[in-house]
Antibody, heavy 116, light 107 residues
Framework: QVQVVQSGAEVKKPGASVKVSCKVSGYSLTELSMHWVRQAPGKGLEWMGGVDAEEGEIVYAQKFQGRVTMTEDTSTDTAYMELSSLTSEDTAVYYC?????????WGQGTLVTVSS | DIQMTQSPSSVSASVGDRVTITCRASQGISNWLAWYQQTPGKAPKLLIYGASFLQSGVPSRFSGSGSGTDFTLTISSLQPEDFATYFCQQGNSFPFTFGPGTKVDIK
């Protein structure tokens, strides 16, 4: 089983950027497809983007195109998700999750609060 | 994008009850359907993948069925730890999408 540990909570001002990290252990990141899912307070789950297991490329949800960047550092088995131009609507728990067409293992979540 | 709907949005049940949750896709997704359980303050947990395959370690009282556009998650005998919110998710095509969730609470 993959262990997934995320970075801690963040508080950001509107217009700023946030970068969340996700470190995996038990497997190399190169063997996995990493995705990012967010959940606003009291709301459902929203897929933001992730690695297309068949093509090996990162695919972003249209809603976040141009505002999100997902990267990986394979030397440390750490994935990153950076979201820019934050607004209060981006206040949410951000999860990284591993899997090809479903999400087998999840990080514990990172609360990002956007407030002036 | 493929839209996922779930019914009911909430259900009140007692320990020992049989609970059935339905998920519908706006277009056919074959069996690329997964179910998750989420309790407050926790990350979702994968229960079922491929519409009917039980994830390792998940109790056998959980089962899934369906193909195409209509899917079902059944809990055969509800246990206290099963009071949670359940989400379906399609992995047929990008963007992956989730259903809005079904909350199972105590009657």
């Amino acid at each position: 089983q993959v262990q997934v540990v995320q970075s801690g909570a963040e508080v950001k001002k509107p217009g700023a950027s946030v970068k969340v990290s996700c470190k995996v252990s038990g497997y190399s990141l190169t063997e996995l497809s990493m995705h990012w899912v967010r959940q606003a307070p009291g709301k459902g789950l929203e897929w933001m983007g992730g690695v297309d297991a068949e093509e090996g490329e990162i695919v972003y949800a249209q809603k976040f195109q141009g505002r999100v960047t997902m990267t990986e550092d394979t030397s440390t088995d750490t994935a990153y998700m950076e979201l820019s131009s934050l607004t209060s609507e981006d206040t949410a728990v951000y999860y990284c999750a591993v899997g090809a067409f479903r999400f087998d293992d999840w990080g514990q979540g990172t609360l990002v609060t956007v407030s002036s | 994008d493929i839209q996922m709907t779930q019914s009911p949005s909430s259900v009140s049940a007692s320990v020992g009850d049989r609970v059935t949750i339905t998920c519908r896709a706006s277009q056919g997704i074959s069996n690329w359907l997964a179910w998750y359980q989420q309790t407050p303050g926790k990350a979702p947990k994968l229960l079922i993948y491929g519409a009917s395959f039980l994830q390792s370690g998940v109790p056998s009282r959980f089962s899934g069925s369906g193909s195409g556009t209509d899917f079902t998650l059944t809990i055969s005998s509800l246990q206290p730890e099963d009071f949670a919110t359940y989400f379906c998710q399609q992995g047929n095509s990008f963007p992956f999408t989730f259903g809005p969730g079904t909350k199972v609470d105590i009657k």
